[in-house]
């Protein structure tokens, strides 16, 4: 072998660890492996959505305040949820429903903001199997921002009205 073809060969076996680390870096840094750095919002969300796709979710409430209701203060989660004027309960959703809601809920753009908006409605999402909270979603009066889970969060579109559409196949709104 030649000199040449010899500096040639120890290069490349001088490469291969820089390549291989490289390569483990790239892979840690790819999407796949970023949930711990994903927007917690969207965590929530997509947690949700796998409940529904397993049919955990038993019951959903639907709470409302009305739309032009003046209050002194921000409207908060508590809020809503001790003084409500519009509830309505959908107890066993499954099937089709469920799978609207979940379709609905994975294309939605949310992702976590810094202010939390004054609230008008609520989602809350109860297991099937033991009736605990698995998430809630509160509402501004666009639908286009609210809090998930206490997070405040922006949705980009007025999900509160393509739930409801969902949902008013159970019942009059």
């Not at 870096?25 to 927007?39: I, V, Y």
């Not at 949310?110 to 109860?126: P, V």
Request: aromatic share 8%; hydrophobic share 40%.
């Amino acid at each position: 072998m030649s000199q040449q073809s010899e500096a040639a060969s120890m290069n490349r076996t001088q490469a291969l660890p820089v390549v291989l680390v490289t390569l483990c870096f790239l892979s840690a840094c790819g999407p796949a492996n970023r949930a711990d750095q994903q927007d917690p919002v969207r965590i929530q969300i997509d947690s949700l959505v796998k409940a529904l796709q397993r049919r955990e979710v038993g019951t959903v409430e639907a709470l409302q305040l009305p739309r032009d209701a003046s209050f002194l203060m921000r409207v908060t989660p508590e809020t809503i949820e001790q003084g409500w004027t519009y509830k309505s309960t959908v107890q066993h959703i499954y099937g089709v429903p469920a799978d609207n809601l979940a379709t609905i809920l994975t294309k939605v753009a949310a992702r976590r903001i810094g202010k939390s908006s004054d609230l008008r409605s609520a989602m809350l999402f109860y297991s099937l199997s033991d009736n605990r909270r698995i998430c809630a979603i509160y509402f501004d009066r666009t639908g286009r921002a609210g809090e998930v889970d206490g997070i405040s969060a922006t949705f980009g579109e007025n999900l509160f009205s393509h739930l409801k559409a969902v949902l008013s196949k159970y019942d009059e709104w």
